[in-house]
């Protein structure tokens, strides 16, 4: 399986803190099922440059792989990516293909944690139409109940975006309903752990993948894992 949505690259962002970390994080996803984890440390436009942020994510990869390969023991491939917080001029910026995950055209956008507007809607179409870049979208769990009054996340799928779900979602008791139904309905293809560390925000889609299982069966893990294999080229 792919966690495709991960803060699993050191020092480099709210996420792991550590090489050894960073090891333990992979080892445990590991041992959840997961193969290939995509990883995804946070590009905010006001922060940070497109150049700035592809070397600090190279030297924070390097060292990890450094480990890696010392480690002994099978862990998962690390495929590179960014979660792009969303911006108005975003198919402005040079170089936004960088930001892709590697030799994909998809791009991890993170949306404002507010409704969503018309204008946001049509940046994302640009994105798409002007850029040729396939969004998906991150943790579309947190944004639901800001949208219950718009139909923009239909609009977006629309687009042809990717809807993203992070495991909490699916684990959490009171919110499993929603998780499962938006899975079966296919408004979600994508699952990420979001993990940034090994307690407070852990690696968690060995629950997700149990219930999922359960309530839906093998075949609808087995398209999740294709439609991430298909995006991914692997
Ligand atoms: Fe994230």
Redesign the pocket.
């Known amino acids: 399986m792919i966690d495709f ?3 699993i690259l050191p020092k480099l962002d709210d ?1 792991s803190k550590s090489t050894d970390m960073s090891l333990e994080m992979l080892s445990k996803s590991f041992d959840y099922g997961i193969d290939v984890m995509v990883a ?1 440390p ?1 590009f905010y436009i006001k922060h940070n440059t497109v150049d700035n942020f592809i070397s600090q994510r190279s030297a924070s990869y390097n060292a990890l792989m450094g480990k890696v390969k010392a480690y002994g023991a099978d862990l998962p491939d690390i495929v590179l990516g960014a ?1 792009v917080y969303y911006f108005d001029s975003l198919c402005a910026l040079p170089d936004i293909e960088k930001l892709c995950i590697t030799d994909t055209k998809y791009l991890l956008l ?1 949306m404002p944690f507010a409704p969503w507007t018309s204008k946001m809607v049509g940046t994302v179409e640009k994105l798409v139409y002007d850029c040729g870049i396939t969004p998906v979208m ?2 579309i769990d947190r944004y639901l109940e800001f949208q219950k009054h718009n139909s923009y996340i239909d609009d977006i799928m629309g687009l042809g975006a990717v809807i993203q779900m992070n495991g909490e979602y699916i684990n959490g008791f009171f919110t499993r309903g929603s998780a499962l139904k938006l899975i079966k309905n296919g408004t979600v293809s994508l699952l ?1 752990s ?1 993990c ?1 560390n090994l307690d407070t925000r852990a690696p968690n889609l060995d629950k997700s993948f149990r219930i999922i299982r359960d309530k839906c069966g093998q075949k609808t893990l087995d398209k999740i894992d294709a439609c991430g294999r298909e995006i991914l080229g692997i």
Do not use: C, N
Request: cysteine-free; glycine content about 16%; proline content about 0%.
């Open positions: 949505h991960s803060h996420g995804t946070h979660e993170e991150a943790h990420g979001d940034h």
